[in-house]
C-alpha cells in the first residue's frame, strides 16, 4: 500500500463548479497534512496546511479525519486558474527529522 | 530575495556522464532536500541534509551523491549517469525541526540521459 493515495483524475469541470479531492494515508503516527499545487512543468507550492478541525482559506476548505486517515481538499466557484495538479503531502516526524512524504497528485482541469 | 535556486535548468547527458546540480537558499534555512519527479511516481526523496556538514539518505538515493559544505547551498552528484536517472529533479528547503514545516522549492532541473 502507498503512505499517501490519491485519484490521479483528471477531474474535468466546467468553471464554477465545486470539485472535491480526497487522499488516504497510511502511516497513523503522521502529524501534519497539507496540500501543494503544482503547475504544468513547475515547481510544487504550498496551497494550505491542513488542521483537525478542518480550515477554510477563501474557495478552499481542507478538513482531516485522522481516524480513517483521510484528507480532502474542496474547491468551490472553480475557476480557470485553478486547473493545476495537487499534491496531497503528510509530515512525519522521524528519528532523521521530519519526513515529507508526497501523494502522486490529483488533475484538476476547469473548462469554460 | 531569490529563495531556491537552481542550476542548470536543462541538462542533457550521455550515459556515464557525470554532473553536478547545485541548489541554493537565501533564506537561511536548515533543512535541505533533493526530490525527483517522474509521471505516475510523484516526488520521491534522493538525500537530504539537515545542517552544515550533515547529509543523510532518503528513498532513493543510489546513484546520486550530496554534498553540503555551505549552509545555504546543497550539491547532487550524479557520478556516471544512466537513463534511468533521466527526471525532473527538485531541491527543496524548510526552517527545520521546530517548523514552520513548509517545503520550498527551486523552479527544477530537467535531465535527460541518452
Known sequence: RKEVEQDPGPFNVPEGATVAFNCTYSNSASQSF????????????????????GNEDGRFTAQLNRASQYISLLIRDSKLS????????VNTLTGGGNKLTFGTGTQLKVEL | NAGVTQTPKFRVLKTGQSMTLLCA?????????????????????????????????????????????????????????APSQTSVYFCASTYGLSGPYEQYFGPGTRLTVT
Open chain 1, 82 to 89: 485553478d486547473s493545476a495538479t495537487y499534491l496531497c503531502v
Open chain 2, 25 to 81: 537558499q537565501d533564506m537561511n534555512h536548515e533543512y535541505m532536500y533533493w526530490y525527483r519527479q517522474d509521471p505516475g511516481m510523484g516526488l520521491r526523496l534522493i538525500h537530504y541534509s539537515v545542517g552544515e556538514g550533515t547529509t543523510a539518505k532518503g528513498e532513493v538515493p543510489d546513484g546520486y551523491n550530496v554534498s553540503r559544505l555551505k549552509k545555504q547551498n546543497f550539491l547532487l552528484g550524479l557520478e556516471s549517469a
Open chain 1, 34 to 53: 497539507f496540500w501543494y499545487r503544482q503547475d504544468c512543468r513547475k515547481e510544487p507550492k504550498l496551497l494550505m496546511s491542513v488542521y483537525s478541525s
